[in-house]
């Protein structure tokens, strides 16, 4: 950054007064980048991490054949050919990316960012930088193809100036664009350093309805990159000390896609339906072929084999890909979905065989782990035009089952059981998480389901990932304790004044009239502090087996600005999950409690976190109060109060 506050300075100082200093040359290093594109008028060029740059500029320098100079980066998910300089994903289909090996960079009168220069332009900047260096001859002047000009004012001053502009038809210059900074190298770069080899734990996401995953028109790809990359935050910032000692490393997350395969030209649905479609409204109908249609596609026999297919047959193969490319794996495979994608999940994994061991395991404990006539009950019978669904048979045990605004509770009742039962439980897969924000309009429970006994008691509530509760939810919890503090003063003073004025003769002895009304208060004191302050009882009711005996059902803590408009934030609320960092914690304090890996109990936090409405330049908003807790506040006002 220090060359480029002394090159703002030339350019405000008229290029005047800029003093020259010996200096040795060092060649520059490289940096390979790869392009990513916004969309079809603009695109932006990001540094690969540190970890992979210099892998890559390894294997460019090394004797190798040709064919053996293709790299892993990414944490492996990606591999660049280094003589083509393009990068293709591994696990899924996706357009070849370039790449490009990067020294000399400038901005765009259109970009903030810094654009690298191609590889020849830049390696002729580089000799003519070293002949000044050499000759001790500076401000050197070099027309470049695109017709912009570089000036070598020093070693650390070197700026663009943009082709001539041409006078109008009025004879009449127009402004020039102001010169703009040239960099050379990647000195005061943001570069992350690269992810850990070594996994710890493998998570597949399977999308929900639709191309699309949330209102930012991202696909499972790109929401699950965001996914990886926060969770590698909060695993960093949360595990701090089991990363440091090597017992956490990173969680490897990989997206299974159905969608594509659905609306394929192997199974011509796309087509069948567009000659079927009304001119009218042509955008809204298209959105609903694409996206909601997809629940239809699923009750329908024949396209539920396809997506059944589609899902297990991808995750066989990017499990035994996974592991070809990771020999060294050890641990454990869980899954998630998201809305359909978590039902999809729930049929296949009901749909699994139970291995021998765990069958007599569970014969000996009294325990029904085989539900298959209960679940051969939610998908009728075949026959009269009923096709039987064929579950492909993964080729390894699920560690826990993730559903995210899942409608698995709506399926289930729609296909006519009442109950799955105490006893109800995947046969291949330990765990089951049902979570859900409570604005979410295509969520429901699971609990109620597993024992009716349960509709009445309130889901589990997932922490906050800052380590406390929302603004507006200790708020409430404070000022209802507030108030019930202050009923009891009320209350106290009663008693307190009745018992003077009796002895003062002036009223009868405390009567049954005045002890039932304090009683009422008193009563409806507790009740009220229990429900909004207490902790909840432990329960009394079984929530069966479907997750080890532990609860199922779990719900988000929602954001002061969807308090104000439940149902403006409803459809926001589904996608919620694919940057809710409370989610994703809670993923990971899963997985990795089976590891016994347990968090830092302190952890890097702002004092009050207040969420609000993402906006169209920032992935995630919020906004930080340091100020002291409400209810710390309210607590010495209330305390200080007689």
């Known amino acids: ?65 040709t064919p053996e100079k293709i790299v892993a980066t990414d944490g492996g998910r990606f591999d660049v050919n280094i003589e083509l300089r393009i990068k293709t994903p591994v696990y899924w289909k996706g357009e070849p990316i370039e790449v490009r090996r ?35 001859k500076w401000h050197k002047r070099i027309e ?12 650390d001053v070197i700026v663009l100036f943009p082709p001539s502009i041409p006078t109008d038809d009025w004879n009449q210059t127009p402004t020039q664009e102001r010169p703009r900074v040239v960099r050379r190298g990647v000195e005061g770069f943001d570069i992350e350093e690269g992810e850990l080899e070594k996994v710890d734990h493998l998570l597949f996401m399977v999308h929900g309805i639709g191309s699309v995953c949330d209102l930012k028109f991202r696909t499972v790809y790109e929401v699950v990159d965001v996914f990886r990359s926060t969770s590698l935050q909060l695993l960093r910032s949360h595990y701090q000390s089991s990363c440091e000692k090597g017992t956490a490393n990173r969680l490897e997350v990989l997206p299974i896609s159905w969608h594509d395969e659905l609306h394929s030209e192997d199974t011509g649905v796309d087509k069948r339906l567009k000659s079927i479609t009304l001119d009218s409204m042509s955008t809204l109908r298209e959105f609903t072929n694409d996206t909601l249609l997809d629940i239809l596609f699923y009750t329908s026999p024949l396209y539920c084999q396809k997506i059944i297919s589609t899902v297990g047959n991808e995750l066989n193969r990017l499990f035994e890909l996974f592991k070809k490319r990771n020999p060294s794996f050890k641990g454990r495979v869980s899954l998630c979905g998201h809305s359909l994608g978590s039902l999809i999940l729930f049929d296949l994994l009901s749909h699994q065989q139970s291995p021998e061991k765990d069958s007599k395991e569970a014969c000996n404990a009294g325990q029904s782990i085989k539900p298959d006539r209960r679940i051969s009950h939610m998908y009728g019978a075949t026959g009269a035009g009923i096709t039987r669904i064929h579950y492909p048979q993964l080729t390894f045990q699920p560690k826990a089952l993730f559903a995210m605004g899942s409608p698995i509770g709506m399926f289930v009742t729609v296909r006519g059981l009442d109950s799955l039962g105490e006893d109800f439980a995947l046969p291949n897969c330990e765990s089951f998480f049902n979570i859900f924000h ?4 295509v969520a429901y429970r699971i609990e109620s389901l597993i024992n009716p006994k349960l509709a009445s008691v309130k889901p589990m509530l997932i922490p906050h990932h800052k380590g406390r509760k929302r603004i507006h939810l200790e708020l409430k919890e ?118 016994e890996v347990k968090p830092d109990s302190q952890i890097p936090q702002a004092t009050m976190t207040i969420e609000r409405p993402l906006d169209a330049g920032s992935r995630r908003g919020s906004a930080v109060i340091t100020t002291p807790p409400v209810s710390s506040q309210i607590e010495q006002n209330v305390n200080g109060t007689t």
């Not at 690298?116 to 000044?132: D, F, G, R, T, V």
């Not at 409570?438 to 309009?441: F, G």
């Open 1 to 65: 950054m220090d060359n480029e506050l002394k090159a703002e300075n030339f350019l405000l100082n008229g290029g005047q007064n800029e003093e020259v200093t010996n200096q040795t040359y060092q060649p520059v290093k490289h940096h390979w980048f790869f392009k990513r594109s916004l969309d079809e008028s603009k695109e932006i060029w990001l540094p690969f991490s540190k970890k992979d740059s210099a892998a890559l500029e390894e294997a460019y320098v090394s004797e190798k054949p």
């Open 102 to 136: 990067c020294s000399w960079f400038y901005k765009s009168s259109t970009s903030a960012k810094y654009l690298p220069y191609q590889e020849h332009i830049a390696a002729n900047l580089e000799i003519e930088y070293k002949s000044c260096f050499d000759n001790k």
């Open 144 to 155: 470049l193809p695109s017709r912009d000009t570089i000036v070598l004012h020093s070693h």
């Open 438 to 441: 409570p604005y979410d309009p």
């Open 478 to 595: 404070t000022l209802s304790r507030v108030g019930a503090d202050l009923k009891q003063r009320v209350v106290d003073s009663v008693k307190h004044t009745w018992n003077s004025l009796f002895q003062m003769g002036v009223v009868p002895a405390y009567g049954p009239a005045l002890e039932e009304d304090t009683r009422v208060i008193e009563e409806e004191e507790v009740e009220e502090t229990s429900k909004n302050i207490e902790p909840e009882p432990p329960l009394t009711e079984s929530v069966g087996i479907l997750n080890k005996g532990r609860r199922v059902d779990y719900v988000l803590q929602e954001s002061p600005f969807e308090l104000f408009s439940e149902y403006i934030s409803s459809l926001r609320s589904h996608v919620c999950y694919w940057e809710s960092e409370d989610t994703m914690l809670f993923i990971l304090k899963e997985i990795y409690s089976t590891m």
